[in-house]
C-alpha cells in the first residue's frame, strides 16, 4: 500500500509518531495517472505539488536545443516534482515525462507547508530529506566531472541496478552523461 512506502520514506529521516502521521498522509489528495510519454511538467509551470510514484517510471530532464540532459528518474516508491520550482515558486525549467503508465498521489505545497508550519517533526524530517537528496546530487555530480565513462557505469550498477530493468538505456546514458553506444559497449 502507498501509505506505507511514503511512511518508509519520511521515517526514515525522522520518525512521525500516529497521531501526526495520520494527519499528514490525510493531506495526500491530488490523484494523477499519466499515459506513456505524457508529461507532469514543463518549462514556465510554477510547480505546486509534491508527488510520490505509486507505480510506473518517469524522466525529469533539461532541454536544450541539441539534446535532452537527463537529470533524474522517479519511480516506486520515490518521490517527484521540480524541486526548485516548488521551493522558489518561480517557472520550472524542467520536463517531466512518464516513461510508462505512471499513477501518483499528490499533495499540494500549502498543505505540504502548513503542515510543516504546524509540526515541527515533519518539518526536521523534510529538512533531513532534502539534506539527503543534496548529498546525493553532490556525489553525482562529482562522478560526472571527475570518473571515467566506466567509472560511471559501475558506480550506478552499485547504487541503483534495478534502472537498468525499467528505464531505457538511452536515457540512462544521458543520465550518465555518454551515448547510448558508449553505455552499450560498458553494460552488455
Request: proline content about 6%.
Amino acid at each position: 500500500m502507498w501509505q506505507e512506502e511514503l511512511k518508509k520514506i519520511w521515517n526514515s529521516a525522522f520518525a512521525l509518531d500516529d497521531g501526526v502521521w495520520t494527519e499528514f498522509v490525510a493531506q495526500w489528495r491530488k490523484e494523477k495517472i499519466l499515459k506513456r510519454n505524457e508529461f507532469l511538467d514543463e518549462p514556465g509551470k510554477i510547480e505546486d505539488t509534491l508527488y510520490f510514484v505509486k507505480r510506473g517510471a518517469m524522466r525529469l530532464y533539461y532541454p536544450l536545443e541539441e539534446e535532452e540532459i537527463c537529470v533524474g528518474f522517479a519511480y516506486p516508491p520515490s518521490l517527484i516534482c521540480s524541486y526548485p520550482s516548488f521551493i522558489s515558486q518561480q517557472p520550472s525549467a524542467y520536463f517531466i515525462q512518464a516513461l510508462r503508465e505512471t499513477e501518483l498521489i499528490g499533495i499540494s505545497r500549502k498543505d505540504f507547508c502548513n503542515l510543516m508550519w504546524n509540526n515541527i517533526s515533519i518539518e526536521r524530517a523534510w529538512r533531513i530529506l532534502q539534506e539527503k537528496a543534496l548529498l546525493g546530487k553532490i556525489e553525482r555530480e562529482t562522478e560526472l566531472l571527475t570518473f571515467t565513462p566506466e567509472q560511471r557505469v559501475n558506480r550506478l550498477l552499485q547504487r541503483s541496478p534495478h534502472l537498468f530493468q525499467f528505464i531505457p538505456r538511452k536515457y540512462i546514458a544521458s543520465y550518465l552523461r555518454m551515448t547510448p553506444e558508449t553505455l552499450s559497449r560498458l553494460k552488455p
